[in-house]
């Protein structure tokens, strides 16, 4: 019951916290996101140096295996951790990224793709604007 109380109370600040500073929010939720990286980085040092003899043989989730697209067959808890302590570093770059962005960006409508490379834009016109930048910034001075 402890649990849920502190849950929903944790909720409704959090909520009140970004209707009043959604940038202090994500830089909030991004320091929480590096404890977790630091966290996991030092289980898996406690993993290597024998520290958790259990999770050496424990069986990997099948939800983790089929999250992380893990080998079945060769899939350890510290995959597991490794993939878990990536995700928790993206969200920290996420969160950081988010609070880093000004409260007067304008942001436009468009459509964008998540692929093994990253976000793009699908439009391709921020893509030509890099290459222009880029083509100028490459020019020889005259």
Same mark, same amino acid.
């Given at each position: 019951?402890?649990?849920?109380?502190?849950?929903?109370?944790?909720? %409704?600040?959090?909520?009140?916290?970004?209707?009043?500073?959604?940038?202090?929010?994500?830089?909030?939720?991004?320091?929480?996101?590096?404890?977790?990286?630091?966290?996991?980085?030092?289980?898996?040092?406690?993993?290597?140096?024998?520290?958790?003899?259990?999770?050496?043989?424990?069986?990997?989730? %099948?939800?983790?295996? @089929?999250?992380?697209?893990?080998?079945? %067959?060769?899939?350890?808890?510290?995959?597991?951790?490794?993939?878990?302590?990536?995700? @928790?570093?993206?969200?920290?770059?996420? %969160?950081?990224?988010?609070?880093?962005?000004?409260?007067?960006?304008?942001?436009?409508?468009?459509?964008?793709?998540?692929?093994?490379?990253?976000?793009?834009?699908?439009?391709?016109?921020?893509?030509?604007?890099?290459?222009?930048?880029?083509?100028?910034?490459?020019?020889? @001075?005259?």
């Amino acid at each position: 019951m402890r649990v849920a109380i502190t849950q929903l109370s944790f909720f %409704n600040a959090y909520f009140w916290m970004y209707m009043i500073s959604p940038k202090f929010s994500h830089r909030f939720v991004g320091y929480l996101e590096e404890e977790a990286v630091h966290t996991y980085t030092k289980c898996l040092e406690a993993y290597d140096k024998d520290l958790l003899p259990v999770w050496k043989t424990m069986k990997v989730p %099948n939800e983790a295996i @089929e999250y992380y697209g893990l080998d079945p %067959n060769t899939a350890t808890m510290r995959d597991v951790i490794l993939c878990v302590r990536a995700d @928790e570093a993206c969200h920290r770059c996420v %969160n950081h990224h988010f609070s880093d962005i000004p409260f007067y960006y304008d942001i436009e409508m468009q459509e964008v793709q998540i692929s093994h490379d990253g976000f793009r834009d699908t439009s391709g016109h921020k893509m030509q604007q890099l290459l222009r930048t880029i083509d100028e910034l490459q020019e020889p @001075e005259t």
